[in-house]
């Protein structure tokens, strides 16, 4: 499977190129002259729906959250778990109990020392609140058996229990124990992370600043993943919200903002040879997702999702919605990964049939209702494809029409029951959690995406996350593959890559899941 450099004529026609070819990723090359002091501005093009870290799953919050927080296992640069603010963990040999001894020292930003109460109060209020809290469902309760050691006893043997604990994506951060009782978005935003929140001013900016008094994990020489060593240079960091992509690249020409959480594919090109720009590639940054809402008409209709499905040019869409920087991928996998599934479903995608669609609207019994797509206008990706796929909609003789809202909105109308047919959905961090990490967001007691449970796949999840070994899991996951081109509830449309920008004088800065604003330095 190849990615698409380049695009073929028809799609020439439309505005699109192929994706700019870098000569390499530039990352700044290490230096001994770490300068600690200054600001820096970094832009998204949204507001944190929350910066409560354990309630959103939002990458909007994401991006300054895991600079605030920490929890006690997370994933290294090799997506491995690793400790945190654990010392390490002890697991029994019938995987019935989980010892976690606490690093001592590790202080709140309110100046309190991290203990096992807070621990066990901020994980039982992820139960009530966190956004993924389904990855706690396989423990029974929580003891504190020290006061820097909490227990874990299982409900039973979870093989892959320490992998879906270490998830970022709605991340069990660890929290003073008085927060423990607050509501969703009520907390006072105090964590252990090297940056310690300052103010929040909605459609205008997010201000952190350096934590003097944060203890670094002194087991690595430097950060790995989303731990190691962390060590916080700049004074301050503001994350500004600036919606629209132009207006984002204006102010890194103008140096008034250091770095771009995604600068637009056409802007990367025309400052490819900039001396005060560089950029970096992030080639499997996403799935370009297509989610039905499978509790109302039309799109509870299985024939109806199918002939969707099989209706759609997947390379008109990812080629327009990425502005070239993609891979066609049928997979809930990346390809070549430990739990690629192969060519299972591979007849069902980039079919571009309207014929055989509109055959299948007919066996659906569709007669014209009205099909709402979701989308939001900050995520550039989200609007371009709801673009492209209501015109293509269209062709099949569907009545499409689309809902362009603001991202945190967004968020809220897909929670609703009614009132939506499709959104359109970048899944960024899932795919790189791996299939436990993504089919918890489709599967019970999560919310799935398209709203209506389905109880074969609620299996195979049970099935995945009791798997004894690699190949077992390999063997459910295919038959995961399999139900999702048997449903059709979400279409996995292709593969997307980002593209980040920073002024030159931003040093140390690492393309990862999130801007780690620590370990970088502005040159002196």
């Known amino acids: ?85 654990a010392e390490g963990v002890d697991i029994s040999d019938d995987g019935l109990t989980y010892v976690f001894t606490l690093r001592k020292g590790v202080l709140f930003h309110n100046g309190d020392e991290m203990n096992a109460g807070d621990v066990k109060a901020s994980l039982e209020r992820y ?75 909605p459609d205008d900016h997010v201000t952190i600043e350096r934590f003097d008094d944060y203890t670094a994990d002194t087991r690595s020489e430097g950060i790995d993943g989303f731990g190691g060593k962390k060590t916080a240079w700049l004074d301050r960091v503001i994350f500004r919200i600036i919606p629209e992509p132009g207006a984002q690249v204006a102010a890194l020409e103008a140096g008034e903002v250091q770095i771009l959480e995604q600068i637009p594919m056409p802007a990367a090109r025309r400052l490819e040879s900039s001396p005060d720009i560089n950029l970096f590639k992030n ?18 209709n299985v024939k109806f999702r199918e002939a969707v499905q099989v209706g759609l040019n997947m390379e008109e869409i ?36 309207t014929e055989r669609a509109k055959a299948l609207l007919a066996e659906a019994g569709y007669d014209g209702e009205e099909f709402s797509i979701l989308t939001d206008s900050n995520i550039p990706q989200h609007g371009r494809s709801a673009v492209v796929i209501a015109e293509q909609l269209k062709g099949m003789g569907i009545n499409a029409v689309i809902n362009q809202v603001d991202w945190p909105t967004a968020l809220n109308v897909r929670m609703q029951d009614e009132g939506w047919n499709g959104w359109t959905l970048q899944m960024g961090i899932e795919p790189y959690l791996g299939p436990v990490g993504l089919i918890a967001t489709l599967a019970s007691p999560a919310r799935p995406h398209f709203v209506k449970p389905d109880a074969e796949l609620d299996a195979l999840y049970q099935e995945l996350i009791k798997g004894a070994t690699v190949e077992a899991r390999q063997e459910t996951f295919k038959k995961i593959q399999a139900h999702l081109y048997e449903i059709f509830a979400i279409i996995k449309v292709g593969d997307s890559g980002l593209m980040h920008a920073a002024r030159s004088s931003v040093k140390g800065f690492i393309p990862f899941r999130f801007p780690r604003v620590y370990d970088i330095w502005l040159e002196g």
């Open 1 to 85: 499977m190849k990615t698409h450099l380049k695009m073929a004529s028809k799609l020439r026609s439309l505005g699109v190129i192929g994706v700019f070819a870098l000569a390499a990723v530039f990352s700044p090359l290490p230096s001994l002259a770490q300068v600690k002091g200054g600001e820096i501005v970094i832009v998204q093009g949204s507001n944190p729906p929350s910066l409560d870290g354990m309630s959103t799953s939002s990458q909007a919050s994401r991006n300054i959250n895991m600079n605030i927080y920490e929890t006690l296992y997370g994933f290294s640069e090799e997506i491995k778990p690793i400790p945190i603010l």
């Open 127 to 201: 139960r009530v609140v966190g956004a993924t809290k389904n990855l706690l469902a396989p423990v029974k309760d929580i003891e504190i058996t020290g006061d820097y050691e909490v227990t874990f006893h299982m409900v039973e043997n979870t093989p892959t229990f320490l992998e879906a604990f270490s998830s970022p994506r709605a991340p069990a951060v660890i929290i003073p124990e008085e927060d423990g009782a607050t509501e969703a978005g009520k907390n006072s935003f105090v964590g252990t992370g090297p940056y310690k929140f300052v103010e929040y001013v």
């Open 283 to 300: 080639a499997r940054w996403a799935f370009t997702t297509f989610i039905f809402n499978t509790s109302v008409s039309p799109s509870d």
């Open 318 to 353: 990812m080629a327009i919605s990425s502005e070239g920087l993609y891979t066609l991928n049928h997979r809930w996998q990346y390809e070549g990964t430990t739990y690629d599934p192969g060519m299972i479903g591979a007849e069902y995608y980039n079919q571009a049939d």
